[in-house]
C-alpha cells in the first residue's frame, strides 16, 4: 500500500487513541423501524495489520422507553489511497458501510463521496475531527428507513 496522505495520517493517529464513544440514534419521518435512543461505553482499539484498526465497542444502551441494555459493536476501520472505509464485523466478516474522504487538506473534515447502497438502503457520513472527540454522523435512508446515528469518539474513557 502507498505512503497516506497527511490527511490520513491526522486521521489514523487519531482514531487509533480513541477509548470510549457515546451515540444517539433516531428515527426520521417515515421510518418503520423502531431504532432509536443512547449509547455510551468504552472501545478497545486493535491494530492487526499496518492498514486496519478494530473499534471493540462495549456499553449500556438507552432505550427511548427507559429500558437499559448490554450492547457491543465492532467495526473495523481500513486506510486506503483514496480515504478510510468503514466495517461493521458481524461474525468477524467485514460488512462495508460506507467510505470517507478528506474535505479538507489538513484532514479535519471528512464525508462520503456517494452514498452506499446496502439492498433498498443508502448510507452516508461525515466526520469531523475536533480537539478532543471525534464526530461521526451517518444517515441511514431507504424505503423503511430514515435514521440517524450521531457517534461521539473519545481519547480517554466513555465519550459524553
Known amino acids: 500500500m502507498p505512503s497516506p496522505s497527511l490527511p490520513s495520517s491526522v486521521l489514523w493517529s487519531r482514531l487509533s487513541e480513541v477509548r470510549g464513544f457515546y451515540f444517539a440514534a433516531q428515527n426520521g419521518p417515515g421510518s418503520q423501524t423502531d431504532w432509536s435512543g443512547e449509547a455510551e461505553g468504552t472501545v478497545e482499539v486493535e491494530q492487526p495489520a499496518d492498514d486496519k484498526l478494530i473499534f471493540y465497542e462495549h456499553g449500556i444502551y438507552q432505550t427511548p422507553h427507559g ?94
Open 67 to 160: 429500558k437499559a441494555l448490554q450492547m457491543r459493536n465492532v467495526y473495523q476501520w481500513e486506510l486506503a489511497a483514496d480515504g478510510v472505509h468503514l466495517s461493521h464485523l458481524r461474525h468477524e466478516q467485514p460488512v462495508f458501510l460506507f467510505s470517507l474522504s478528506p474535505v479538507d487538506a489538513a484532514g479535519l473534515r471528512w464525508q462520503t463521496d456517494e452514498p452506499h447502497v446496502c439492498g433498498a438502503d443508502l448510507y452516508q457520513a461525515t466526520l469531523q475531527l475536533e480537539a478532543d472527540t471525534l464526530l461521526l454522523d451517518w444517515t441511514i435512508t431507504g424505503p423503511r428507513k430514515n435514521e440517524r446515528v450521531a457517534y461521539s469518539y473519545s481519547g480517554t474513557g466513555p465519550a459524553a
